[in-house]
Structure formats: structure tokens, C-alpha cells
């Protein structure tokens, strides 16, 4: 049956079409044009409507092209009156925007193309990006708000330290954002990353377009920005800048430290400074922030790379981990294949940053790094004996061939969400929308109903009136997990569910060790989010049940995440220095992983600054053996002193374990310390790390 079309309000809450105000906090509600699960441009499949602009409506849609991946749907729809002028605006439109299919960041989504679609009757143009999972930093804030924990300095100089790399690539793409504000930030999900979403330039396009092209001569030009975030000559005057983009990058920063909004914060003509008593900053960052905001453009810090410098930041991550290709080609080129259907782009040439020191510059020669680790605790070790039982587990799982005759009745019931009340869909399609394997989802079902029903654990659902109650339950149970799975895990993880196992531990090993990271640090980093998720599960063997799939899935992203250097940072000594200090902040349920390459011989002191009873700390050796297998692990200590047994990279490991955000310090300080230690390879070669 046809799943009855909803449309959400501008906060996510879901209602019916039908509805004029939304359910939930009553705010006035879009009128949705593409209904869900209509087909556009013969690929796109509307899921929902996220939200209306000035210049149109935007769709979350699958791509049934590309195995039904999430993308965003960006309607062009100007206010124009009459077929030429349309056409005009439309080829201004594609020939102008040519310049945002050139952009290719990590955090940035990718526009994929433009097509032509028929909507309620008419033409309109659409314009094709990535999806991102995460919240908005806007979101975060005021998911804070009510605890009135704000946003520290710490974690705005974390902000700055991995967005900045981004404004300094689009800036010399020559592309300006226009629109940096808390609403155009996300923080992917993923990695914990910040991405740029929401370009200025589209809206800036269509615009124009609009202004240009209506028949009205006296309509006046529109000027993209948020009021307050945007500095004045652009609002008033519509010139950007590189120092327009990092004016509204400050703004953003103070009013997700104060939890006020600009009009508070920001005096337009520079002769006051109402921030400055709203919010206690170190005289380094608040005379950075001074700068980034002062009223003529040619007093700002000219670009993100200056700001970067000021803060002493040129350790921070390159713009990506390779020059970031940019398409020279004429963008008509590539944008009229693209209209016409076909994603076309013409060979990019490139454009390479400047190289800065990378805490993730972890690359050597494989040949010398360890590769053959020892298990991790015996709690996560796969029990000898199940080899003995495997025989009757199979005996077992053909008697169990009778759920064959109820178990597809579970994927004909109602559902709370997305469906409406009455209606049905398949729990086995919606399995496949999340790239959730269906069979791998009913055996997690029944796991988790057999664990909040005991009572009902050894009872053979009917599909009679009688066991409607507990199908309906089984069936909820279902949808949640298909609910929170695309929230914990990438989709290449949750496609792997149901068939993980320890050749993938093994694999995983080996690809860390290349990074000078064990398995011990990449378990801690899995287990800090797992328990944050699911703290019942602490203490308990559950890597043989259908859940342990979904630990194995958190490590397969965390995988990932050292490898790309996103969790993992190298501690490196100034010439002639002796200590060094990282500081960072960890989201619910992360960590963070340090190396530091020591030698035999030396004596070390660490201090983790960190809120009381927030987080665990673990020190591992190169070389962990039998009689000292690590330094300290999981531990409560926040200081570690004493003489190294080893020379080689040596795994410091930072998990938070409260319910909030946390920020913290390490230092790191070590006698006799030389810019070069003496690496673990030379001389013997170096056991496993693990």
C-alpha cells in the first residue's frame, strides 16, 4: 500500500501532509509538492521534504541509480515571471554554478549534477548533493542550552583548527561561502567532523536570476547572508570577501559560546565590543576574534590560513590527505551534461595547499612496522568450545526451519514511523532503504524481544488476533533498530552486518599497525562508543550475539577513523624541547588515540587534565609482553611517571565515559628527549604491537 506522504516542520518533527501547523510545537507547516515516494528524473525517489527557501523546496531522496543512496534534492524554482524569463534565469543558473561541481573537499558535500524534472505541473531545475548525517551546530547549542553548557574556547579553537583548512580550499577555488552561520554546519556523524554545507553561491545565483530576469524593473536585488552574521558591506553592499566568510565564522563562534544571538553580541560599526563582556577568552584568541571581526574588511586577517597562523595553528590538517582536485573546465561543459541527466565533469587539473604538519603525518615504510598483534582481553576472544558445538548449533537451526511460516507475517504490520497510523509497508524494503541486511535484522529483533519479553521468549507468534499484540511489538522493536543503526554506524558498516567476524579483527590488526596503533587502542576506542550506547551490555559476552555484529560494525568505522587520522594524532617534540601539550574535547561515547615515538631509557611524565571521573586513560608499549603487558589501561589515574622499558611508539589512549561532552589536557613530558628518537625498527625488528 501507498505510504501516505508527511512533511516535516523546520526542527525534523514529523506530521501528516494534511496538517497545517505542526503537531508537535506548532510551527506553520510547507506545502509539499513531491510526495513521498515519488520518482524524479527517473532516479531520484522522494523520501521527505527537509525544508522550503526563498528560491524553492529541498528533498531528502534515494538515488535508485546508485543502490538507493541518500542524496539531497535542491529545487531552482526563481521568482520569474514568465516562460523566456525562466529560461534566462536557468541558464544563468547552470552557467554560473558551475564553479560548485569543481569543489572537491571531504567536508564539503559533493554536488553531483543538475536535472530537469516535471513538479506540480512545471518544469523546475534540481540541483543533486551528498547527504550528510549529524546535527547542525545549531542544533548542538541548543541541545546544551537547557544545561547552559555552552561551547568552551576549547572546543571553538577544535572548530577552527578543522574548518578553517576548508574556507582556505574554497577560498582559493575562488568560491566564497556567504552564509557561515551555526545552521550551516554540521557535524557529521561519522567521523565527528564539522562540514560546509549550504552555499551562499546557489541562493546568490538564484537571486540574481531573479532580480535580473523579473518583469518588474523596480524589484530590488536581493543580498544573501544572516542577519548579524554577515558583515556589512556584504549585506548592504553585496561584496564578499575571504573576510567575509571568517567575519560570520567569528560571529558563529561567539554566539555558540554565549548562547546569544548576534544582535547581543556584534556592534556592526565597530566602535563597541558587547562580546568582550559576554564571554572570558585567553588574550591570544580573543585578539584573534578582535581581528576577525572589525568593521572595514581591510582590517580583518585576510584569509584562513592568516588565522590559522595567529592561533598557532600550522599543525593543523592539511585541505585533504592528497592535493584537492579542482575542474578548470569550462563549467557549461560539465553542467550541460549534467542538466541533461549525465553527472559531467571535465578532467580536473588540481590545486595544492600549502603542506603544514599533520598530527595524522603517521605514513613510513610498512615494511618495518609491526603486523602481527596479540589478542586483545580474553572477554572479546571467540570461546575454543564453540568449535565443539557447532554441529548441534546447526542441528538446531534446521529445527528452528517452522519460523519460516510466521516470521514474513513481521513484514506486513503497521508501523509507528515513518507510517501513519492504519497504513503498511515492508519491514524488509525498509531494511533495504537503511543497507540493513533483512536477515541480519530479524535475528537482532528476536534477540532484543526475547531479552524485554522473557516471558514470551519460548512462545510461537500466531497469526491469529490473539499474538497481534506482541507481531505489532516485534515489529516496533524492528523499526527502532532500523531507526538508530543509520544514526550509529557508516553504510558500509551496517552492510556488513550479520557477517563479521574474526578474519576482520585479524584484517583490522594489520591495517592499524601500519598507523603504529594495536588492537588494544582500537577496542578502547570501539568500546567507549558501544557502552555510551548500550551500557547494559557492559560485562557481558555478548560478541557471539546478534548485538556483538553492531561492536564489530563501531569498529570497522573506528578502523577508518585511525587510518584517515581523524582519532589518532602523532606527538612530536620541538627541536630542543622536552615536553609538548595536546588539547581536545571528546563527544559522548569517543576517544582519542596519541603516539609518541620514545626511547628505552627515558623517563616520562604524563598528566591528563580531564573533569573528574569523565574518562579513562591507557598507556600501551611498542612491545607489550607477558610480564608487562601495557602501562596503565581503562584507568582513573591522570598522572603516569616512570622510566621507559622500550623504544618505539608508545599508545596513549583518551575515552570520555560520562553522558556530555568533555574537554582535557595532556601533557607530555620526557628527560633526554631528542627531536629523532631512535626508531623501533632499527637494529632487531620489532614484535607484533599488539
Partial sequence: MQQRALVYCSRGHRNASENRFCLTCGEKLPVQLAAPQALLGDRYRIVHELGQGGF???????????????????????????????????????????????LQHPQIPRFRELFRASLAA???LFLVQDFVEGRTYRQLLEARRPQNLYFSELDIRQLFEQILPVLRYIHQAGVIHRDISPDNLILRSIDQLPVLIDFGGVKQLAAAATSKYTDTPTAPVTRLGKVGYAPVEQMYEGIVSPESDLYALAVTALVLMTGKEPAALIDPTGRTHPWQSNVTLSPDFAAVLTKMLASRSADRLPSAQAVLQALGMNRSLPDSPASLPINTADPTQALGAAAAG??????PGTVTSGTVTSGTGLAGNPSTMPVAPIPRRSSRRIPPLL??????????????????????????????????????????????????????????TDATFRKRYPDQADRVLSDGEADAKWRKIWAEI??????????????????????????????WKQTINQRYVGSRSLYDLTDAKFFALFPEQRDQEFL??????????????????????????????????????????LEV???????????????????????????????YLPRPTQELPVLLEDSSERTWTGTLPQSGYYEIVVVNTIKQPISYQLNLAVDNVTANPVAPDQGEAPESKD
Fill in 544 to 585: 557471539q550475539q546478534p548485538i556483538g555484529q553492531v561492536w564489530y560494525g563501531i569498529a570497522a568505522d573506528q578502523v577508518d577513523g585511525l587510518q584517515e587520522g581523524r582519532s589518532l594524532e602523532r606527538i612530536e617534540f620541538a627541536e630542543g624541547a622536552f615536553s609538548a601539550q595536546k588539547s581536545d574535547s
Fill in 478 to 507: 524492528a523499526e527502532d533498530w532500523l531507526t538508530q543503526l543509520p544514526q550509529i554506524l557508516s553504510t558500509s558498516a551496517r552492510q556488513k552486518l550479520g557477517s563479521y567476524s574474526n578474519a576482520d579483527r585479524d584484517q
Fill in 387 to 444: 568449535l565443539l558445538l557447532l554441529p548441534l548449533v546447526l542441528l538446531t537451526g534446521l529445527a528452528w526451519g517452522w519460523r519460516d511460516r510466521w516470521l514474513p507475517l513481521f513484514s506486513q504490520l503497521p508501523h509507528p514511523a515513518p507510517v501513519e497510523p492504519g497504513q503498511t509497508d515492508t519491514l524488509e524494503g525498509l531494511a533495504g532503504t537503511a543497507n540493513v541486511d533483512y536477515g541480519f535484522l530479524v535475528k537482532l
Fill in 56 to 102: 524553492g523546496r529541498t528533498y531528502l531522496a534515494e538515488d535508485i541509480n546508485r543502490f538507493n543512496e541518500t542524496c539531497v534534492l535542491k529545487e531552482f524554482a526563481p521568482q520569474v515571471q514568465g516562460s523566456t524569463a525562466l529560461q534566462k534565469a536557468e541558464e544563468l543558473f547552470e552557467r554560473e554554478a558551475g564553479v560548485l561541481y569543481s
Fill in 342 to 347: 549525465t553527472p559531467g565533469m571535465a578532467t
Fill in 589 to 619: 561515547g569517543a576517544g582519542r588515540v596519541y603516539i609518541a615515538n620514545l626511547g628505552s631509557g627515558q623517563i616520562m611524565r604524563l598528566n591528563l587534565q580531564i573533569p573528574e571521573k569523565s574518562g579513562l586513560l591507557s598507556i
Fill in 122 to 124: 512545471q518544469d523546475r
